[in-house]
């Protein structure tokens, strides 16, 4: 069966400081992958979709980046945090577009 | 217009109860539909996917009206463990699945 894992489950970092979140997935191959954001109370926002290695498309203009070395690896970056970056970040896989996501249990990352 | 909306609650209801969430999509095209549930600081879960006929899985039904453009969940007989956020998901026009910002239930003893 297939199996997603993320981590760490939480995160306290300054301002300023670099960021690596890692998500991989088991039992499958050539998986779609996701970053989603959910700030406190709010609902999840696509950060970015990956469709194969080297393959990620942005949804939102910001100071993240992703990259998937691996087919089923997913690598969620920033050089700096901002305040603003703090939320639950979720990374997710599907076995094609508008199939059903599965989710990894999160991150929380708290920027002070 | 959000894409995806729900009322965010929350409902509080008795054990018990039979509740009903509504969600609007403005994607007419839209061909996929999902319910997640979401436990505070959890992953989002899923639910059930909501399928042209309507799907039922034991006390949760489902059911798509694309004339009026909504989906429905329907929980029967509420348990406590039913507590959580509900989050409807649908297809935006660029073929990438958009999810409400969830509907809060409170099941009380």
């Known amino acids: 069966s297939q199996t997603i894992h993320q981590w760490p489950a939480t995160l306290v970092q300054p301002v300023g400081s670099p960021l690596s979140l890692e998500c991989t997935v088991e039992?499958?191959?050539?998986?779609?992958l996701y970053w989603y954001r959910q700030a406190a109370g709010r609902g999840l926002q696509l950060l970015f979709y990956?469709?194969?290695?080297?393959?990620i498309s942005s949804e939102v203009p910001q100071n993240l980046s992703a990259s998937r070395p691996q087919d089923r690896q997913f690598i969620l970056s920033s050089k700096k945090l901002l305040l603003s970056d703090s939320g639950f970040y979720l990374c997710?896989?599907?076995?094609?577009?508008?199939?059903?996501?599965?989710f990894g249990s999160g991150t929380q990352l708290s920027v002070l | 217009r959000k894409e995806v909306e729900q009322d965010p609650g929350p409902f509080n209801v008795p054990e018990g109860a039979t509740v009903a969430f509504n969600c609007t999509y403005s994607?007419?095209?839209?061909?996929?539909f999902f319910w997640y549930r979401q436990d505070c600081r959890k992953e989002p879960k899923l639910l059930m996917s909501?399928?042209?006929s309507g799907n039922e899985d034991g006390r949760f039904t489902a059911q798509l009206n694309r004339a009026s453009q909504y989906i429905s969940l329907l929980i029967r007989d509420s348990k406590l463990s039913d507590s959580a956020t509900y989050l409807c998901?649908?297809?935006?026009?660029?073929?990438?699945?958009?999810f409400g910002s969830g509907t809060r239930l409170l099941v009380r003893p």
């Open positions: 997710a896989w599907s076995a094609g577009i508008n199939e059903k996501l599965f």
């Open positions: 039992g499958t191959s050539n998986p779609n």
């Open positions: 990956s469709v194969g290695i080297g393959q």
């Open positions: 994607n007419s095209a839209s061909q996929s």
């Open positions: 909501v399928y042209s």
């Open positions: 998901v649908a297809m935006d026009s660029s073929y990438k699945l958009i």
